[in-house]
């Protein structure tokens, strides 16, 4: 217990300086430079990338191996090492999860990192830099948003429930009378759950590890339920980092969506 605690604080410490660095980027997004991954520099890039990405990459990883070089690593900006299946320990980070409505001036981005141990996250942060908020969980510990204990909501029926995900591929689950919201980072949504400021996160696309890691600990620290969307556990540090569409809420919610089987259409 004593080695996640100082981990969440290496953690914390890492990430709030990574995201001091992103947002020296985001408040002048005319220096900033943006492609897309396939290698386009025009308009309208499906999956964008920024130098921004890379610097706040390059400055966890030092800070994160550099305080622990025996650790495994995974970054969604770095090329998997394999490292991660030697290691007894691993980092699992996402340097700026949200990239899209990062460059677009949102403020729905995040810098989200975990250890892994066994399959299963042990500490884990998500810091929201443009609000300053930082969510953390350690196993056993509880889940905080800077010093307040989350929660998850005890909501108990899809009517009415606030979920995070796409809209428009929630069709089913708003016909029963929920609410669907959009926020870009898929780390966020896991932590605004937790905070129980929405009811549920339901995704309907594979994830990676680095989008999951950090916030399914903070989930379940705050009295929350964390599978794919067919009940799957979620195992990290496995041969592929590619996770099923997850679902997260409550017990009695989550029970619920995976019960009529709309988590995912």
Do not use: C
Not at 51 to 63: I, Q, T
Not at 184 to 191: D, G, K, Q
Not at 193 to 205: E, I, N
């Amino acid at each position: 217990m004593a080695a996640a605690e100082a981990d969440l604080d290496l953690l914390a410490d890492a990430a709030r300086a990574a995201g001091r660095l992103a947002m020296t980027y985001f408040n002048d997004p005319g220096a900033m430079k943006v492609w897309d991954k396939g290698g386009s520099h025009t308009k309208g890039m499906a999956n964008p990338v920024s130098d921004a990405d890379f610097a706040s990459d390059r400055l966890l990883k030092d800070r994160l191996q550099t305080a622990r070089p025996d650790y495994g690593w995974l970054s969604e900006e770095t090329k998997d090492d394999r490292s991660r299946l030697l290691a007894r320990r691993s980092f699992v980070v996402d340097p700026i999860d949200g990239t899209r409505a990062f460059v677009k001036g949102r403020q729905e981005f995040a810098i989200s990192a975990a250890v892994i141990e066994e399959g299963r996250p042990v500490a884990g942060v998500i810091y929201d830099p443009a609000r300053d908020l930082l969510y953390a969980a350690r196993l056993g510990g509880g889940a905080h948003r800077n010093a307040d204990r989350l929660t998850v909501t005890a909501k108990d029926a899809i009517a009415g429930a606030r979920l995070l995900g796409d809209a428009g591929r929630l069709t089913d689950l708003r016909a029963l009378g929920a609410e669907a919201f959009s926020v870009n980072s898929a780390a966020l949504r896991l932590a605004l759950a937790a905070a129980g400021d929405y009811d549920a996160v339901v995704a309907v696309r594979p994830k990676q590890d680095w989008d999951l890691a950090a916030g399914h600990l903070i989930m379940e620290e705050a009295g929350g339920v964390v599978t794919g969307w067919r009940g799957e556990r979620l195992v990290y540090d496995a041969q592929s980092a590619v996770k099923p569409p997850p679902l997260a809420a409550g017990p009695a919610l989550h029970a619920l969506l995976l019960e009529r089987g709309l988590a995912r259409e």
